[in-house]
């Protein structure tokens, strides 16, 4: 007999793990042997790297470190144009832009290596706002810093302006804006020759991440898998930035783990929904 749902109230299938505490998020997953991993990032908003020091009494022979030359495939986080690089090689184009990745089991010991790390970077004229960008007072992306533009003609205006009683005109700014989801972003990589890539992570497209893996290790698809675990929320503030996340985490080497980023330190790593000016005028 077949069962209908139309008009019932139909228990969740994840909701009773969820709210007995059984569910497994990403931070709740460990393996043997895990490694955690933790980005060196720029602190300028621009700039030309020179050179990057280790500082002494840190044991770096038990450390991984991956620069963008240890890349195997394409230095870029593939999406719609690769235009984000996964660590930056010479030229940092934003603030906390990820230039270093480290790896160790101590989690703490792997913090303190994070603040020995000397980056010394020439800096370099920034654009921070968006009339700067159109006014073309640095170029920092094509030859014009417009990453898209489409235009779109429909109807004659001239003529519905000319037959209105009314025009209405505006602009309109918003400021950038971040998903307050509960758990923070956070990824598991295990990645070995042998074995190929496997990630375990909070996110809400696994293809986009497994996009973005091909291309940075030059793999097959078939030697990529995505694992998506429990998502505490997302809201689509998991949908591009796990990608950055995972590739970092699979770059480390074998089992490593990244989690646990505050959301004010996510809110200035992530550009989710950045600020917007638009302006229109309504004939009526």
Request: proline share 5%; aromatic share 8%.
């Amino acid at each position: 007999m077949a069962t209908h749902f139309i008009g019932k109230s139909v228990q969740r299938k994840e909701g009773r793990e969820k709210v007995t505490g059984a569910a497994q998020y990403v931070d709740d997953l460990t393996f043997p042997d895990m490694l955690y991993g933790i980005t060196v990032r720029s602190p300028v908003a621009r700039g030309r790297i020179q050179a990057i020091q280790f500082g002494e009494d840190i044991p770096w022979d038990e450390f991984t470190i991956v620069r963008a030359k240890d890349i195997p495939g394409k230095n870029c986080i593939a999406l719609i144009v690769d235009d984000q690089p996964c660590l930056a090689g010479e030229i940092v184009n934003h603030a906390e832009e990820p230039i270093l990745l480290l790896a160790h089991p101590d989690k703490y010991l792997l913090e303190e290596a994070r603040r020995a790390v000397q980056i010394d970077i020439e800096p370099l004229p920034a654009v921070f706002t968006m009339e700067d960008s159109l006014a073309q007072k640095e170029i920092i992306w094509g030859r014009d810093n417009l990453f898209k533009s489409f235009l779109i003609e429909k109807g004659n205006v001239d003529n519905v302006w000319a037959s209105a009683d009314l025009i209405v005109e505006g602009e309109y700014l918003t400021g950038a804006q971040e998903q307050l989801y509960i758990e923070p972003q956070g990824m598991i990589a295990r990645a070995s020759e042998a074995e190929g890539v496997t990630v375990w992570g909070s996110l809400q497209c696994p293809y986009y991440v497994h996009k973005a893996l091909v291309q940075l290790f030059a793999l097959p698809k078939e030697r990529i898998r995505m694992v998506q675990t429990e998502a505490g929320g997302g809201f689509g503030g998991k949908e591009e930035y796990p990608s950055m996340l995972a590739a970092h985490v699979a770059l480390a080497g074998n089992l490593c783990r990244c989690t646990g980023y505050t959301k004010i330190f996510e809110s200035v790593l992530q550009a989710c929904r950045e600020s917007a000016r638009g302006s229109s005028e309504r004939g009526l």
